[in-house]
């Protein structure tokens, strides 16, 4: 999937919609000055670098944001944060707010480049509602674990996520996502793939590009039918030069095919055609304070929004040239001097569509940095600031704080794949979009509200912008989030946490009202094998499933020391030859307290 995105101009079927993301990339990748676009996780890391020391040196924060770090530090509600295995070998932190013993459970999705403390306020007001409400730090993100093989796409996520949820038992009825942006795209690929498990999907600021799916879609079926003719017109000629000659091997050339790369029409990598979703700019900085890592979030450069990627090229190019005219004619007093300032005046009213919030900007920060513990007793105290503290690293460079982020993330997703699988939505979808340089397509995301009504969701709408608002609404705007969440599960999504009887093929299929299968009160069972969360063991025998799921008996002492003569045989020693660490009172050196001991010693523990 490497390599530059395919100009329109080698495909002649791609049409306006594929053309204009083309566009839109090929801009974004001009304004940020990158000689590619990255496509795995060492580039990402060496973009993120390249774009931080570009906007960091010209950063000087106002005053006002020490005030803001100080008031956000101190107005932080308590959360349970807590830690979890699962199974996709990661560690996961969440935190948690709420009654535990509620069964009405909201999952919270956070975006890129920040981590579940963006919730704290919009899980704490929920949590006030009766919601029970978690929020993880997805993976290569805040405490959580990093993927040692750059997993980052948005499948990637949902399986954390599911798996999660059967770590934590929050199966046992439908839940409540709620996911910003990257958090969205991933919240997307969980209700897809366990339609059954959530109830309810609010997708905040994430939309795919419908008409380009179709178009690049309608282009590899072309390309697949002219390939055919042509095989046709080969094989044809081949038969009739006579028996003897070998027909040609076919070729698969289909969209689906294993082989398919950047090349075919029909591909639509995030990595190419999206890239403003793939890195966060702080992610690879270190930062002297927390207001310079807000003074970069909040800079335009670090929020173009798709829609105004070609009108801040097309003004940064007259500015430019312009510019450059003014300075070759600078004696002159023309017409043309006044260029410079129409150019200018365009970028400033497009940058300011960008600027985000200073006190959100603040929020995403404090969400990814790594906060030394006396950060906040620090801001409340006089002298220096606790940033002249910082010693120079082992690589000498200066000193500061870190994110909390893999700096090689790099975010992805099969927009294509994503768009078929609306149809397979079986619970209650909101788009929500916010009013200023949001990320998100009005036209997209009514396609895709059509596109899972059309299929077997419960509801699906596409929401009207949020007003006064901007893409990082956790962060920036968590009062007007929280109104939409609350709207959301307590209107059309009202029944969402209620559980229905699960068809008996699993997880695909429509609901069938039968009651079987149903636990003691009424309720339908939702085990983890019918959502296929946790296929059931398979055994050949009785015997078999007894000895994997029956108690296991405690090893004799004897069967310890065969153990050990056998290890030592196999380490190339005597199978008499004790080593020290082997040795203990009576030969139990490697017994644990329950065999070594009498049963009737634990009675008396504690």
């Keep these: 999937m490497g390599g530059p995105p395919l100009p329109p101009s080698a495909c002649p079927a791609v049409g306006e919609a594929l053309h204009e993301l083309h566009r839109q ?80 459970v909201v999952l919270l999705l956070h975006d890129l480049g920040e981590a579940a403390d963006i919730w704290r306020h919009v899980g704490a007001r ?28 948005a499948e990637a996520l949902a399986e954390d996520v599911k798996a999660l949820i059967v770590a934590l038992d929050l ?11 990257m958090g969205a795209a991933a919240g997307l690929a969980l209700a897809q793939a366990s339609p059954f498990l959530v109830g309810a999907l609010l ?35 081949a038969a009739a030069s006579g028996p003897g000659r070998a027909a040609p091997i076919k070729h698969n050339t289909s969209a689906g095919s294993s082989s398919g790369s950047s090349s075919s029409p029909a591909a639509l990598d995030s990595r190419q055609l999206l890239p403003w979703w793939g890195l966060c700019p702080g992610q690879a900085c270190q930062f002297p304070s927390v207001e310079h890592c807000a003074s970069l979030l909040a800079h335009p450069l670090c929020n173009l929004a798709p829609a105004l990627l070609l009108p801040l090229e097309a003004a940064a190019a007259q500015a430019a040239a312009a510019t450059g005219a003014a300075e070759q004619s600078a004696s002159s007093s023309d017409s043309g001097s006044d260029a410079p300032d129409a150019g200018a005046a365009a970028l400033r009213e497009l940058f300011g569509q960008l600027q985000r919030p200073l006190r959100g900007a603040v929020a995403s920060a404090c969400s990814l940095l790594r906060l030394p513990p006396h950060l906040a007793d620090a801001r409340g105290g006089g002298g220096l600031p606790y940033w002249d503290d910082f010693e120079e690293d082992e690589f000498g460079e200066g000193g500061g704080l870190t994110p909390r982020m893999d700096p090689a993330f790099l975010f992805s997703f099969d927009a294509a794949a994503l768009l078929s699988g609306l ?31 059309a299929g077997g969701a419960a509801s699906a709408a596409a929401a009207p912008e949020l007003p006064c608002t901007g893409h990082w ?43 079987s299968g149903s636990v003691p009160g009424g309720l339908p069972a939702r085990r983890p094998e019918l959502l296929d969360l946790k296929p059931l063991p398979q055994y050949s025998s009785l015997e078999e499933a007894q000895k994997a799921l029956g108690p296991r008996a405690i090893p004799s002492a004897a069967a310890i020391e065969a153990e050990l003569r056998r290890l030592r045989v196999e380490e190339g020693r005597d199978a008499s030859d004790a080593s020290s660490d082997e040795e203990g009172e009576e030969g139990s050196g490697h017994r644990t307290g329950l065999a070594r001991d009498p049963p009737t010693y634990f009675g008396f523990v504690g």
Excluded at 436 to 442: K, L, V
Excluded at 479 to 504: K, M, W
Aim: a negative charge; proline letters at 6%; aromatic letters at 6%.
């Design 25 to 104: 990339a090929s801009a974004y990748q001009a304004l940020l000055g990158l000689g590619a676009l990255p496509q795995n996780g060492r580039q990402a890391q060496a973009a993120a670098r390249q774009l931080g020391a570009v906007v960091l040196p010209g950063v000087a924060p106002p005053p006002l944001l020490s005030q803001l770090v100080a008031e956000e530090l101190a107005a932080r509600p308590p959360a349970k944060a807590r830690f979890v295995d699962v199974s996709t070998g990661l560690r996961l932190r969440y935190l948690e707010w709420g009654p535990s013993g509620s069964s009405e």
């Design 126 to 153: 929920l949590a006030d509602r009766g919601y029970r409400v978690l929020a993880p730090d997805l993976r290569g993100h805040g405490e959580s674990g990093r993927s040692l093989d750059g997993r980052y796409s």
């Design 203 to 237: 997708a905040a600021e994430f939309t795919l590009p419908v008409a380009a799916a179709q178009e690049a879609a309608a282009a590899a079926a072309a390309a697949g039918a002219q390939a055919e003719g042509a095989f046709s017109s080969e094989h044809g000629a």
């Design 171 to 181: 199966y046992v009825a439908p839940l409540a996502v709620v996911g910003c942006g």
């Design 473 to 515: 609404l956790a962060a920036d705007h968590p009062e007007s989030l929280l109104q939409a969440i609350v709207g959301f599960l307590e209107g059309p999504a009202i029944c969402c946490f209620e559980r229905a009887a699960l068809p008996r093929n699993g997880s695909s299929g429509s609901l069938q009202a039968s009651s």
């Design 423 to 453: 149809a397979d939505l079986r619970c209650h979808l909101l788009l929500a979009r916010s009013a200023r340089g949001s990320w998100a397509d009005t036209a997209d995301a009514a396609a895709m509200a059509a596109a899972a009504a």
